[in-house]
């Protein structure tokens, strides 16, 4: 049975760094896409990043091109590293994962984590 998990939110402050971790169970990240997503109070779920199995490709929302890092580490572990961050990307952020389709849209992932609250202080 496949599981992701994500931990590291936190309270900082604006032009703090936070790292966020998603660990994959029940398969290999090899063979999975993974992907954030965050979803703000009153606002869609948006896509934030996503990483194919072959561990080298890439996407990343316009909105955090530059400031966030997508990287698989060992373990079966995921990463989503920001960088000066904004009071904007305040937001539950959520792990998910497929293994047949690399996307920036949710409903393509098969597998989500229950998120973790990631608030950015002005």
């Known amino acids: 049975q496949v599981q992701v998990v994500e931990s590291g939110g936190d309270l900082v402050q604006a032009s703090d760094s936070l790292r966020l971790s998603c660990i994959l169970s029940g398969g290999t990240l090899s063979t999975f896409a993974m992907a954030w997503f965050r979803q703000a109070p009153g606002r869609q779920r948006e896509f934030v990043a996503a990483?194919?199995?072959?561990?080298?490709?890439t996407t990343y929302a316009d909105s955090v091109k530059g400031r966030f890092t997508i990287s698989r580490g060992h373990s079966n572990t995921m990463y989503l590293t920001m960088n000066r961050l904004q009071p904007e990307d305040t937001a539950v952020y959520y792990c998910a994962a497929d293994p047949i389709r690399y996307s920036t849209l949710a409903d393509n992932y098969q597998h989500w984590g229950q998120g973790t609250q990631v608030t950015v202080s002005s």
């Open positions: 990483i194919k199995w072959d561990g080298a490709t």
